[in-house]
């Protein structure tokens, strides 16, 4: 359980948003966030990486803004105008992709009334973009898209209807005959079933690469994996076997049911980011005979000893950020293959334990899958 406990640490202060860089000169080119709510200005982000905030609250004695660095406690400290609004501006720029953050007004913790709310830290947070250099894999282009859908399935084992969310590539609809494989793709600590199309934007990069032709179309399934019960430190007590039931027992045979799905072992494949790949490690060891894919995305290593059977499975993925413990993915992958494992590795570079690390680790694995 030790890598477990690593990844959830790294987890816990990748909320923060740290800057990175340190600029003496501050280009004025701010243009507001591209999640932002509607109509609002503030917060922004310039062509270095840089945010600046804007809040209003003339009565408070103190703002200081989660992201970046700067004050007593970290984070971004704002300064009180005679008009009443509180301004700042991160001191360094900002890891490129998407952040999580927070307002203390005053001691106490509020989102940004500027900016859109995500599910993360186990609750709903404000959220920004840092514009990434290579953000065109997930961009919203002018191709056929698929369809993000609820459901809600029956489960015994919790004695309630359970949410998940389903990906269909854009020519379900069309070929009422065609099946396709199922991807099962979990989110990390503190987040839900939301995480992977909101921040994540799995369906974007699902539409684009289809588009180019670069991938074989598939469904996602996106299932909360009962992982935010976990409180900080208490990680050794987790137990696999509560979500394990709900995903092989309840979830798979209502997606085989109400879907069109190549309900086959060698067809379906799991995998998640942070914790959701602490539970796919387990999953796909505990049932070899339900995926033939797996892939850990910043959420641990497997080792040639835990794989008892290698005949049917097909792929081994394991990605993490440049600015985690890529040395300990390459070695795992490395062992891997010298086992006789068809296993991929993938470091993104200048990411930590952020979404830019698994947007870009989506887009490598997906091409991989089910070929």
Known sequence: ????????????????????????SIIEDFK???????????????????????????????VVVSLGLGGAKGGTVLTKDQDGYWRGTTEGAMDEGFHYYHLTIDGGIFNDPGALNFYGSTRWESGIEIPAHDQDFYALKDVPHGNVQQILFPSKSTNTSRRAFIYTPPSYHKDKDKKYPVLYLQHGWGEDETAWSNQGRVNL????????????????????GMT???????????????????????????????????SNQANRAMAGL????????????????IFSHYALLSGGIYKPEEIEDKSKLKLIFISCGSRERPESVQSAVKTLKDAGVNAVSYISENTAHEFLTWRRSFKELAPLLFR
């Not at 359980?1 to 003496?24: C, E, H, N, P, W």
């Not at 690469?209 to 399934?221: N, R, S």
């Open 205 to 224: 990069i699902m539409d684009n690469l289809i588009a180019e032709g670069k991938i074989k179309p598939f469904i996602i399934v996106m299932a909360y």
């Open 32 to 62: 507001p966030s591209v999640v932002n709510q509607p109509g609002q200005e503030y917060p922004k982000v310039n062509s270095q990486g840089y945010a600046r905030f804007q809040i209003s609250a003339p009565e408070a004695k103190s």
């Open 274 to 289: 942070s914790m959701g790949g602490m539970e796919t490690h387990s999953i796909t060891l505990n049932k070899p005979n």
């Open 228 to 262: 935010n019960e976990v409180k900080y430190g208490g990680l050794a007590s987790f137990k696999i076997e509560p979500f394990q039931t709900v995903l092989v027992e309840e979830l798979i045979p209502y997606i085989d049911s109400n879907f069109r799905t190549i």
């Open 1 to 24: 359980m030790k890598q477990y406990r690593i990844v959830i640490l790294l987890v816990l202060s990748s909320f923060v948003g740290f800057a990175q860089t340190k600029t003496t």
